[in-house]
T-cell receptor, first 109, second 114 residues
Framework: SQKIEQNSEALNIQEGKTATLTCNYT??????LQWYRQDPGRGPVFLLL?????KEKRKERLKVTFDTTLKQSLFHITASQPADSATYLC????????FGAGTRLTVKP | NAGVTQTPKFQVLKTGQSMTLQCAQD?????MSWYRQDPGMGLRLIHY???????DQGEVPNGYNVSRSTTEDFPLRLLSAAPSQTSVYFC?????????????FGPGTRLTVT
């Protein structure tokens, strides 16, 4: 069956460090993979989309990699700040989008 | 633009009652979808629509109905509420195929079934 796994339920890091979140998937051949941020009590907000032919994509302090051989995406936040504390979700699929359970990131000052 | 709006924000139902969760978007998006979010399980797709008059089932469609008579609106109907349907419900829309376009999410409806 198809699965999307985000390895860590929770990740705590110190301000200024780089946070690295992992998304692994099985039984998918996605053309795209997306990352979202969700704050408590709110709907998810889109961050980045990466295509299967793109190895890496950057947006400000965010970087996403996509390895279709390993079936894995890594999401990095460099120079992390307490304001980056949130749950981060990966998602893939076409019309029937599926989401991972998310990783709750806490950045301590 | 208001984006994606959902009503109500909170709802309490008794087992067996029916209700409709409303979702509207003002971005002229063709694709709309409904998700439920439960602790530890992430977002699960209930139903989606690729345009007016077209709907399809997602991962967890049982107990829910949808229709899409206009581009703007995509209501979700609970036919006979059960405690297992206690959840937070999110509506989303996108400009094209969900996988290749960013999805815009509404603020959610928190539903409790007693």
């Amino acid at each position: 069956s198809q699965k999307i796994e985000q390895n860590s339920e929770a990740l705590n890091i110190q301000e200024g460090k780089t946070a690295t979140l992992t998304c692994n998937y099985t039984n998918y051949s996605p053309a795209y993979l997306q990352w979202y941020r969700q704050d408590p009590g709110r709907g998810p907000v889109f961050l980045l989309l990466i295509r299967e032919n793109e190895k890496e994509k950057r947006k400000e302090r965010l970087k996403v990699t996509f390895d279709t051989t390993l079936k894995q995406s890594l999401f990095h936040i460099t120079a992390s700040q307490p304001a980056d504390s949130a749950t981060y979700l990966c998602a893939l699929g076409n019309n029937d989008m599926r989401f991972g359970a998310g990783t709750r990131l806490t950045v301590k000052p | 633009n208001a984006g994606v709006t959902q009503t109500p924000k909170f709802q309490v139902l008794k087992t067996g009652q029916s209700m409709t969760l409303q979702c509207a978007q003002d971005m002229n998006h063709e694709y709309m979808s409904w998700y439920r979010q439960d602790p530890g399980m992430g977002l699960r797709l209930i139903h989606y629509s690729v345009g007016a008059g077209i709907t399809d089932q997602g991962e967890v469609p049982n107990g829910y109905n949808v229709s899409r008579s206009t581009t703007e609106d995509f209501p979700l109907r609970l036919l006979s509420a059960a405690p297992s349907q206690t959840s937070v419900y999110f509506c989303a829309s996108s400009d094209g195929l969900a996988g290749s376009y960013e999805q815009y999410f509404g603020p959610g409806t928190r539903l409790t079934v007693t």
